[in-house]
């Protein structure tokens, strides 16, 4: 793993685009994972205007939502579908078929994880994902104590999320448990970016990098990435040591 560091949002922002932008170049049949919140927002939009710009040919990628709330109608503007609906899709022109979002409405949670695991196999794993960090150390919905091997599961949510969680809705919503791409997929990427923006996660930085490796704070994991990258703005990195 390396921790690279930027002046601002803004900066790291268009690293990660740029970054996500040269390996659809380079490979063309790219698999993308990428979060939605508010870390990636700025990546996304960044994404979507230099693909545009260099008419780079995205007609072969396949692209992967990392988490969903369970429950929550992909018309619900605090989904995750909502997000990469508006952000990704509508102005990339993406069709359905080239991507594919874990449906938190199914009725058999357990068969729709079971879906997703076989077509990112399907596909040969995922090539390049782009993650954020929770204020728990979570990454998507995999909570303190999720084993770093789980692949796709249903996910009970720490109350720290639930909480966090509240920012993406504009009314109280009821949050239990999410649906979520795990840490065993993200071990098998080929090259995976945490980043993280703002004075707010610079102490779940600091344990992300500096800490011990354990299930109870699951981004420590990036540490045994060997191609994982921590991509952090100046306050982020602010108490770090090294
Ligand atoms: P954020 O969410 O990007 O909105 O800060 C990060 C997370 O909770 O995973």
């Not at 601002?8 to 993308?32: D, F, H």
């Not at 080929?190 to 344990?207: P, S, T």
Request: proline share 4%; glycine share 8%.
């Amino acid at each position: 793993m390396k921790t690279l560091r930027f002046s601002n949002y803004e900066e790291l922002s268009a690293y990660a685009a740029n970054e996500i932008v040269q390996s659809i170049k380079e490979k063309p049949t790219l698999t993308l994972c990428l979060a939605s919140g508010h870390t990636p927002l700025r990546t996304a939009e960044l994404l979507v205007k230099q693909l545009l710009d260099e008419k780079v040919d995205y007609s072969r990628i396949s692209f992967f939502g990392l988490d969903e709330w369970v429950g929550l109608p992909p018309e619900n503007e605090g989904s995750c579908f909502y997000f990469f609906k508006t952000k990704l899709f509508e102005p990339l022109q993406l069709p359905p078929s080239q991507y594919h979002l874990l449906n938190a409405m199914a009725e058999d949670l357990d068969a729709e994880c079971k879906k997703m695991d076989a077509l990112i196999d399907d596909k040969g794993g995922i090539d390049v994902m782009l993650v954020g960090i929770g204020m728990n150390g979570h990454i998507g919905f995999n909570e303190p104590g999720t084993p770093f091997n789980k692949f796709c599961h249903i996910a009970e949510l720490d109350d720290t999320t639930k909480t966090v969680g509240q920012k993406y809705f504009k009314e109280q919503t009821a949050l239990h448990q999410g649906i979520t791409i795990g840490l065993g997929h993200l071990m098998n990427a080929k090259k995976v970016f945490l980043k993280a923006d703002g004075k707010r996660k610079a102490e779940v930085i600091q344990k992300t990098v500096e800490g011990d490796i354990t299930e109870s704070f699951p981004a420590s994991i990036m540490q045994q990435h060997a191609n994982g990258f921590v991509i952090v703005d100046e306050e982020a990195a602010s108490l770090l040591t090294k």
